[in-house]
């Protein structure tokens, strides 16, 4: 049971890993970044999202198995991981439970905790939308905006919707998802990476806050932070010059 995932251009390896109800479209200003400056990036789609399998067990052991599988398969000893959000906790637990295998990370606005975020919203207004009698992505997103109030929410989740010869789908495996919620929020991996560590905090995200500095001080020493003003959780599309610039800064820093 293979991820899915895409490469591009040739050099030292980058992986990049998407957070929940993404898919390995959502890093591709980075993805073409990297490319440009001679890095091999390879994108890839987290499971029950984009073409990677289905699963009914998404805890991050689990999912750093996978990548780790996935670097098997791909003949990569050792790379940089850039995460965001859930992508970011998977690219901690594989630095956790296989550190030789992951020469730096770059962790976009998450932080290695459990959280009390709920998604409830947007799981209501995805499951609102009747794939079979809609015609186009404004029609999904009238049914959304009865559940999902902000604009921004609405366009990150209507990139996954497609049109298919056999009508419109979702790109991500809702019923899984929902059930593997309380995995996804949790955290439960043991352990201490020694290596070069970056974190990218939204300024008006609070999915990384002050009180988890000693958590993640404890299990990554080495970690920096950079915050980018006015932006929220999905910084690196609304400030994408800047996101590709600090991690294009951090990826130099290793050499």
């Not at 959502?26 to 970044?33: D, I, P, R, S, T």
């Not at 994108?43 to 067990?57: E, F, I, K, M, R």
Request: charged share 20%; glycine share 6%; with cysteine.
């Amino acid at each position: 049971m293979s991820l899915h995932y895409q490469i591009l251009g040739e050099g030292e390896p980058v992986v990049l890993h998407h957070g929940l109800f993404g898919s390995l479209s959502n890093l591709a200003l980075l993805a073409k970044h990297l490319v440009q400056l001679g890095y091999q990036v390879i994108s890839v789609d987290a499971l029950n999202h984009g073409h990677s399998p289905t699963s009914d067990d998404m805890c991050f052991a689990t999912q750093a198995k996978h990548l780790a599988s996935l670097l098997d398969q791909l003949a990569i000893e050792r790379c940089c991981i850039v995460g965001h959000s859930m992508g970011g906790k998977v690219a901690m637990a594989l630095a956790l439970t296989a550190p030789e295998r992951v020469k730096a990370l770059v962790v976009a606005d998450i932080a290695p905790v459990a959280y009390q975020h709920s998604h409830q919203a947007v799981f209501d207004g995805l499951h609102a939308v009747p794939l079979g009698q809609i015609t186009s992505r404004r029609d999904a997103e009238q049914y959304m905006a009865q559940h999902v109030q902000e604009p921004g929410v609405r366009q990150f989740l209507l990139k996954s919707l497609s049109k298919e010869p056999e009508g419109w789908r979702w790109l991500f495996r809702l019923n899984e998802l929902r059930r593997c919620y309380p995995q996804i929020i949790d955290w439960q991996v043991e352990g201490r990476y020694e290596g070069p560590c970056l974190f990218i905090k939204g300024a008006r995200s609070d999915y990384i806050e002050a009180k988890y500095q000693p958590q993640v001080a404890q299990i990554f020493p080495h970690a920096s932070l950079k915050i980018i003003e006015q932006t929220g959780h999905w910084l690196h599309a609304e400030k994408p010059d800047i996101f590709n610039r600090l991690t294009e800064r951090f990826l130099h820093s290793l050499n």
